[in-house]
């Protein structure tokens, strides 16, 4: 199975709405692993990272941006 690497910016993309291409093709990524088409990899670092843009940039508390409870589809 192909593995794909995330960063923080798929992350953020796919929570807010700063660029609709981004979190579509977010989307999509997200729908492929789940499809079993890929495997998504992401570090601890960009974890973190993603946490700290939420919370600083876009001011959502760390429940807000529970990834588990996020329609994507």
Same mark, same amino acid.
């Given at each position: 199975? =192909?593995r794909?690497?995330?960063d923080a910016?798929v992350v953020?993309?796919?929570?807010?709405?700063?660029?609709?291409? %981004?979190?579509?093709r !977010?989307r999509?990524?997200l729908?492929?692993?789940?499809? /079993?088409e890929?495997?998504i990899?992401?570090s %601890?670092l !960009?974890?973190v990272? !993603? !946490?700290?843009?939420?919370?600083?940039?876009?001011?959502?508390?760390? /429940?807000? /941006?529970?990834? =588990?409870d =996020?329609p994507? %589809?």
């Amino acid at each position: 199975m =192909k593995r794909v690497a995330v960063d923080a910016n798929v992350v953020v993309s796919f929570v807010t709405d700063r660029d609709a291409n %981004q979190m579509r093709r !977010a989307r999509e990524l997200l729908d492929e692993a789940e499809r /079993a088409e890929i495997e998504i990899v992401i570090s %601890q670092l !960009a974890v973190v990272e !993603a !946490a700290y843009v939420l919370g600083k940039v876009y001011r959502l508390a760390p /429940a807000s /941006a529970n990834l =588990k409870d =996020k329609p994507y %589809q």
